[in-house]
């Protein structure tokens, strides 16, 4: 089965930087995915989209992290990141790894990881 897995998650003060990771399994991302994505969950609000990647490479960031984050892939490990920079208290969600299948636009998703933006 395909299984998409967060990593990396946790507590950082504003301002601060964190990394996070999602590896695939069962699935390859640079063979069978359109694009990958990160998106995040705050509390009481919708899920957003923060970046995505292509398989090209082209990217795309949601309004809110433009400048701060930044989406990128490691096609040998099978694994996407985002590097989150600038942090902010608005920040604060559960961050999900989301794979666009290739062949019938199928969607995958991740358990999802914390990121608290607090002093």
């Known amino acids: 089965q395909v299984q998409l897995v967060e990593s990396g998650g946790g507590l950082v003060q504003p301002g601060g930087s964190l990394r996070i990771s999602c590896v695939g399994s069962?699935?390859?991302?640079?063979?069978?995915?359109?694009?990958m994505g990160w998106y995040r969950q705050a509390p009481g609000k919708p899920r957003e989209l923060v970046a995505t990647i292509t398989s090209s490479g082209s990217t795309r960031y949601g309004d809110s992290v433009k400048g701060r984050f930044t989406i990128s892939r490691d096609n040998a490990k099978n694994a996407v990141y985002l590097q989150m920079n600038s942090l902010k208290p608005e920040d604060t969600a559960v961050y999900y790894c989301n794979a666009d299948g290739r062949m019938f636009r199928e969607e995958y998703w991740g358990q999802g990881t914390q990121v608290t933006v607090s002093s």
């Open positions: 069962g699935i390859t991302f640079s063979m069978s995915t359109l694009a």
